[in-house]
């Protein structure tokens, strides 16, 4: 935190007015089910990134980015998106939305603060929008509401970046507290937090470096008549909704589709009734269930959805084996591919006296694949906040 503050003071020779924090964070289950307006279990992390922000007596706009070493220039009145700016592109689009949902911004110098860097996948991206709608709305919109400030997250990302609107993303952000995983219910655009407390595992994030391949296009999953398609095999039960479980009755309704759709589709149902199964269990603290989910939903990533990689399944296996003793009935550790897939990040449960064993496992890894993964032992946090802010 000080960090930002000396690196802002130094650049522009001044204090910030404003400094924001936002959490990192990844998805344990469910983030390729919210077209299908299904549910996501995410959870926030300590990966923060800092945003330091000084107001100007003009409309010019400056960003630094210490750890790049990289420096953009913008103007309040003038702002366009511009693919050399890169990792600015996120900020000057919230402050586009701004202005875009009726409230004004002048000019600021920005700098921002992490030691993860967009590329990485973990929600660095997501936490600096986050970050930069809090530091304005603390500037200069301080009556500006939690649903208001979605909206301009919302516009700035439909209309500046062109790009989709993720309310698990932004949500997982903003709301999440320690010690906790967030449930989002896509239906309803609703959260609820979920404890986490099961001492003696630590959460593991690797990035194994693979390079990013689309294997195929998602968004060929996405179209409104798949969307219709799982609608009709959803059922209410108990007040809630569960996706029907007859073989015959699935087969009938998904008849229609090829057999690489319908994989990917029955993947779909098979995220949700994970989630289903992972939150008692959270609630509960019963990590065999839990890591039971999460390692089927792996399974199912890999399979059906066909986004995982050789390397990211040699990680995952290499976990399940620390502990002789445990089964598939019941695990000990769990790890998942998670965020876009198609190879980079996994995220592991295991026991904290495992570490090291796993440290040893990415060098091996690095000798068989070729990539140096970087790994990161990490926490649940809390929601983006307001750290300081001199302006009354």
Not at 324 to 345: D, H, Q
Not at 364 to 376: L, Q
Request: contains cysteine; hydrophobic residues 40%.
């Amino acid at each position: 935190m000080d960090q930002v503050t000396e690196a802002h003071c130094l650049e522009y020779e001044s204090k910030p007015d404003v400094l924001v924090t936002a959490p990192g964070r990844f998805h344990l289950i469910g983030e390729h089910c919210w077209y299908f307006k299904d549910k996501t279990l995410s959870m926030a992390v300590n990966l923060p990134v800092y945003l330091s922000v000084s107001v100007r007596n003009d409309s010019a706009l400056r960003f630094y980015y210490p750890q790049l070493k990289e420096r953009k220039r913008a103007n309040v009145s003038t702002l366009k998106f511009r693919r050399e700016d890169r990792w600015a592109n996120a900020l000057k689009a919230i402050i586009f939305a701004f202005g875009e949902c009726g409230f004004s911004c002048r000019g600021m110098n920005i700098t921002v603060w992490s030691d993860i860097l967009p590329s990485a996948g973990f929600g660095i991206t997501t936490a600096m929008k986050v970050a930069m709608a809090l530091a304005i709305r603390a500037l200069f919109h301080p009556n500006c509401t939690d649903a208001q400030l979605l909206q301009v997250i919302d516009r700035g990302n439909r209309f500046f970046l062109n790009a989709g609107n993720f309310i698990s993303d932004i949500y997982t952000a903003m709301y999440s507290e320690e010690n906790s995983c967030l449930l989002i219910d896509h239906s309803k655009n609703t959260y609820k937090a979920v404890p986490f407390n099961f001492d003696g595992y630590s959460i593991v994030l690797t990035d194994a470096r693979v390079p990013r391949i689309s294997l195929w296009n998602e968004d060929t999953v996405r179209i409104p008549e798949n969307f219709l398609l799982l609608a009709e095999l959803k059922n209410q039960k108990n007040g809630f909704w569960i996706y029907e479980e007859s073989e015959t009755e699935i087969n009938d309704v998904l008849s229609a589709v090829s057999e690489n759709t319908r994989r990917k589709l029955i993947c779909i149902m098979k995220e949700h009734d994970c989630i289903m199964d992972a939150v008692p269990a959270l609630e509960s603290g019963n990590f065999p269930q839990f890591a039971r989910m999460v390692n089927k939903s792996h399974e199912d990533m890999r399979d059906l959805f066909e986004i995982s990689c050789p390397e990211i399944d040699w990680l995952a296996k290499r976990v399940l084996e620390f502990d002789p003793a445990a089964t598939v009935r019941n695990p000990s550790a769990c790890a998942r591919i998670t965020g876009k897939g198609f190879g980079r990040c996994l995220y592991t449960f295991m026991k904290t006296d495992d570490i090291d064993n796993y440290v040893q496992k990415l060098a091996e890894y690095e000798r068989i694949f070729g990539f140096t993964a970087s790994y990161y032992v990490v926490k649940p946090e809390r929601g983006a906040h307001v750290i300081e802010c001199s302006v009354k």
